[in-house]
Every structure is written in structure tokens, then in C-alpha cells.
């Protein structure tokens, strides 16, 4: 067991996928071993043809020698897994046929080495290239069986020729069944396989998406900013948060109805979404609350984005059965320092909004690093 963990180590590195192939590789050579033996056992009882033999011995382990080296390669030349296995089965199939030509009277066992080669193929080929595998089996193999009793009269009858075929035949029909079988059992398991996808996408996306705006929910902005805690060093640019929360939301679900509170609330994201560059990350916190995640920014910076979003709000408005609804939001921003918690930013934030709701709502409340605020 570890004699072959350490050649595979050596033949085929960590890799796993490369790893399988020269495991099924290496198998393939041990039943080429076994053909050999048989074949030279044969040659020495006078029974077989040392010819074929020889040509046999050469052509196996210059192909199997090929086969480890294209395998190694393949990626590099563009050579699929399942094309692969067509090659390696077709060069089986020349060799059951070349054996069997070369084989004395007990060249029916050669036969088995074929059932070996069809079976494995049922397991990695699809069903219309395990059929284009039969067709060559039986014009190959089928050919060349028949064909010897009127070339090589003295070695091959007839009878034999057409019992041996008929093997041959019923077990190309038994793996044609088999790789019918195995077919639909892959697709159905592939089919399981992406539903199982999809749905694993969909629920890390309820998971971290708001239903309602579609916005990240706080779920995903707690862990972004955990992440973040994480990952502060020195040399990382400053970063910063605000709390957003729009104004008199109360009075717009009370005078037009919670539906169009929740259209306001969509139309919100969208417009705070136009303003932000592709790292920043508008995040609903809670209710009409949004929290604002600006990576790599600094106070004066984050201002300036945060007015702009604030004018565009301002100047926007939902248009409804009951008319034209405007509506505006205040907000509280810091920039946090390099060994402030997250948290205690967003407390630091969340004193600034409140300021900004006293101070007459539609603001903008920020705060040097230094500046007090009771948090
Ligand atoms: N339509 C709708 N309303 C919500 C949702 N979540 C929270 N609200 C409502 O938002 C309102 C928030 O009201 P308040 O906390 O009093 O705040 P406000 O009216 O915005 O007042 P200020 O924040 O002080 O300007 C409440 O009436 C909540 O019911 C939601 O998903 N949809």
C-alpha cells in the first residue's frame, strides 16, 4: 500500500485528477503484464507465434510508455480526460486483436482482456463513444477473426472463429445495456448535481442578501467587517463608516401605506447603490437604516460621496397613485483609526446620526478621529 502511495507520489505529484489517471494508467500496464505473460507462456510451449509476440511486447510498452507521457501532458496538449480513455481503449482493442492472431489454441482467453477493456469503457465513456468503441471491436477483432481460417487454414477453423465471435458479440451487447444504464445514471446524477448548485447558491444569496432591496443584508456587512477587523494592518489605508437613516420614514408608512414605504425603501438602495464605486458596500442594517462601508477612503473623501448621495435623494422622489413622494436621509460618518473596533465605530456613527436627527434631519454629521463624541 505505500510501495504504490509513494510511486504514485513520484509518477503523478499531489494532483488528485492526475493522480486517478495514473492509477487506472497503472492498472491498464498490470493487466498488459499479465496478457504478456500469458502470451510468452504460450510462445514457450510452442503454441504461439514468437513473432507476433515480439511485435506484441514492443508495441505494449512503447504505447503504455506513450500513454504515461501523454497523460503526464495532457493539459498542456489540450487532450480532454475522456479522450483519453477513447485512445487507451482503442489501443486495447488492437492489442486483444494483435494477441489474438498470435495466439495459440487457447486464444479465447485473449477474449477477456476485451471484456476488461469494454467494461471499463461502459464506466468512462459516454454512450455514443462506447458505441463508435463497438463498432470497432466488431469490425477490428470481428474482421480479424474471421478472416484467419482462410489466411492461416493450419492454425484457425472456422467453427472456433465463429464460437469466439459470437462471445465477443454477446458481450458487446451486455456492455451496450450496461453503458445505457450507467448513461442515464450520469445524467441524472449530473442533473442532481446542478440542482444541488443552484440551490446552495440561492440560499448563500438569501443569506446574505435583503429581500426587500436587494441591498447586502447586515448579516453580510457584520462578517465583511469582521473580516476586515482581521485583516487591519499598518500599512492598510484608512476606511470609513456611515449610518444612514432616512428621515420622517414613520410619517411616509403612516400617510401612504407600508407598501409604498417599502418602494421608498427600494428606490433608496438603488440611488445610494448609483453613487458608490465598485468596492464600496451600501448595506441594509435594519428597518429604514443603512450602513455604508467605504474601503480605502478618507473622511473628507467619504463626505463628498455621502453629499453627492444625499443631494440625489433630496432631489428625487417616488411617484405613486397619491402623487409625488419625496423623501431625504441624515447620516452619521467616521473614519474609524487603525485600532478602533469596528463596533465602537459604529456606535461612534450611530451618536452622529442622532446629532444629525436633532440638528434639523437631511445632514450629513461626521467627525475627526479625534474629535469627542459620547458614544
Ligand atoms: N415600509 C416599511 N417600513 C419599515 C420597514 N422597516 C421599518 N419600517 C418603519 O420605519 C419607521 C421608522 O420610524 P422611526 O424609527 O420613528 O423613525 P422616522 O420616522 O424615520 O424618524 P426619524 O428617523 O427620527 O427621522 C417605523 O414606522 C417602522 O415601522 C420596512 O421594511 N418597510
Same mark, same amino acid.
Given at each position: 500500500?505505500?510501495?504504490?502511495?509513494?510511486?504514485?507520489?513520484?509518477?503523478?505529484?499531489?494532483?488528485?485528477?492526475?493522480?486517478?489517471?495514473?492509477?487506472?494508467?497503472?492498472?491498464?500496464?498490470?493487466?498488459?503484464?499479465?496478457?504478456?505473460?500469458?502470451?510468452?507462456?504460450?510462445?514457450?510451449?510452442?503454441?504461439?507465434?514468437?513473432?507476433?509476440?515480439?511485435?506484441?511486447?514492443?508495441?505494449?510498452?512503447?504505447?503504455?510508455?506513450?500513454?504515461?507521457?501523454?497523460?503526464?501532458?495532457?493539459?498542456?496538449?489540450?487532450?480532454?480526460?475522456?479522450?483519453?480513455?477513447?485512445?487507451?481503449?482503442?489501443?486495447?482493442?488492437?492489442?486483444?486483436?494483435?494477441?489474438?492472431?498470435?495466439?495459440?489454441?487457447?486464444?479465447?482467453?485473449?477474449?477477456?482482456?476485451?471484456?476488461?477493456?469494454?467494461?471499463?469503457? *461502459?464506466?468512462?465513456?459516454?454512450?455514443?463513444?462506447?458505441?463508435?468503441?463497438?463498432?470497432?471491436?466488431?469490425?477490428?477483432?470481428?474482421?480479424?477473426? /474471421?478472416?484467419?481460417?482462410?489466411?492461416?487454414?493450419?492454425?484457425?477453423?472456422?467453427?472456433?472463429?465463429?464460437?469466439?465471435?459470437?462471445?465477443?458479440?454477446?458481450?458487446? /451487447?451486455?456492455?451496450?445495456?450496461?453503458?445505457?444504464?450507467?448513461?442515464?445514471?450520469?445524467?441524472?446524477?449530473?442533473?442532481?448535481?446542478?440542482? /444541488?448548485?443552484?440551490? *446552495?447558491?440561492?440560499?448563500?444569496?438569501?443569506?446574505?442578501?435583503?429581500?426587500?432591496?436587494?441591498?447586502?443584508?447586515?448579516?453580510?456587512?457584520?462578517?465583511?467587517?469582521?473580516?476586515?477587523?482581521?485583516?487591519?494592518?499598518?500599512?492598510?489605508?484608512?476606511?470609513?463608516?456611515?449610518?444612514?437613516? /432616512?428621515?420622517?420614514?414613520?410619517?411616509?408608512?403612516?400617510?401612504?401605506?407600508?407598501?409604498?414605504?417599502?418602494?421608498?425603501?427600494?428606490?433608496?438602495?438603488?440611488?445610494?447603490?448609483?453613487?458608490?464605486?465598485?468596492?464600496?458596500?451600501?448595506?441594509?442594517?435594519?428597518?429604514?437604516?443603512?450602513?455604508?462601508?467605504?474601503?480605502?477612503?478618507?473622511?473628507?473623501?467619504?463626505?463628498?460621496?455621502?453629499?453627492?448621495?444625499?443631494?440625489?435623494?433630496?432631489?428625487?422622489?417616488?411617484?405613486?397613485? *397619491?402623487?409625488?413622494?419625496?423623501?431625504?436621509?441624515?447620516?452619521?460618518?467616521?473614519?474609524?483609526?487603525?485600532?478602533?473596533?469596528?463596533?465602537?465605530?459604529?456606535?461612534?456613527?450611530?451618536?452622529?446620526?442622532?446629532?444629525?436627527?436633532?440638528?434639523?434631519?437631511?445632514?450629513?454629521?461626521?467627525? *475627526?478621529?479625534?474629535?469627542?463624541?459620547?458614544?
Amino acid at each position: 500500500m505505500r510501495l504504490g502511495t509513494w510511486i504514485l507520489d513520484k509518477a503523478a505529484g499531489s494532483d488528485s485528477r492526475m493522480r486517478r489517471l495514473i492509477a487506472y494508467w497503472g492498472a491498464t500496464l498490470l493487466l498488459y503484464a499479465f496478457a504478456l505473460a500469458f502470451l510468452w507462456i504460450d510462445v514457450e510451449f510452442g503454441e504461439a507465434s514468437r513473432l507476433i509476440a515480439t511485435i506484441f511486447t514492443v508495441l505494449v510498452l512503447m504505447g503504455e510508455a506513450a500513454f504515461f507521457w501523454v497523460i503526464r501532458k495532457h493539459e498542456r496538449l489540450g487532450i480532454t480526460t475522456a479522450q483519453l480513455s477513447i485512445y487507451q481503449s482503442w489501443f486495447a482493442i488492437f492489442c486483444v486483436a494483435l494477441a489474438y492472431t498470435g495466439q495459440g489454441p487457447l486464444r479465447g482467453a485473449t477474449l477477456l482482456g476485451l471484456f476488461v477493456v469494454l467494461i471499463f469503457s *461502459a464506466f468512462s465513456l459516454k454512450a455514443r463513444e462506447a458505441r463508435a468503441l463497438s463498432i470497432f471491436v466488431v469490425v477490428f477483432l470481428g474482421g480479424a477473426m /474471421l478472416s484467419m481460417p482462410f489466411t492461416v487454414p493450419q492454425f484457425f477453423d472456422l467453427k472456433t472463429e465463429l464460437l469466439h465471435s459470437m462471445l465477443a458479440g454477446s458481450a458487446l /451487447l451486455v456492455v451496450g445495456v450496461i453503458n445505457g444504464r450507467l448513461s442515464d445514471l450520469r445524467s441524472s446524477l449530473k442533473a442532481q448535481r446542478e440542482e /444541488l448548485r443552484v440551490a *446552495a447558491e440561492t440560499n448563500r444569496m438569501l443569506a446574505t442578501t435583503d429581500e426587500l432591496t436587494s441591498l447586502p443584508n447586515r448579516r453580510y456587512m457584520a462578517e465583511l467587517l469582521r473580516c476586515q477587523e482581521q485583516r487591519r494592518t499598518p500599512s492598510v489605508t484608512s476606511f470609513c463608516l456611515a449610518l444612514l437613516d /432616512l428621515d420622517g420614514f414613520k410619517k411616509i408608512n403612516d400617510l401612504y401605506g407600508h407598501d409604498t414605504g417599502d418602494e421608498v425603501l427600494k428606490q433608496f438602495a438603488q440611488l445610494g447603490r448609483r453613487q458608490l464605486r465598485k468596492n464600496d458596500v451600501l448595506a441594509r442594517w435594519g428597518g429604514e437604516e443603512f450602513l455604508l462601508y467605504l474601503p480605502g477612503t478618507i473622511l473628507q473623501d467619504a463626505h463628498g460621496v455621502l453629499e453627492r448621495m444625499r443631494q440625489q435623494v433630496q432631489h428625487a422622489h417616488l411617484l405613486n397613485q *397619491a402623487g409625488k413622494i419625496s423623501y431625504t436621509f441624515s447620516a452619521g460618518l467616521v473614519e474609524l483609526t487603525l485600532d478602533e473596533p469596528v463596533e465602537h465605530g459604529i456606535r461612534r456613527a450611530d451618536a452622529l446620526l442622532y446629532r444629525a436627527k436633532q440638528r434639523g434631519r437631511n445632514l450629513i454629521e461626521m467627525n *475627526a478621529i479625534d474629535d469627542s463624541i459620547t458614544v
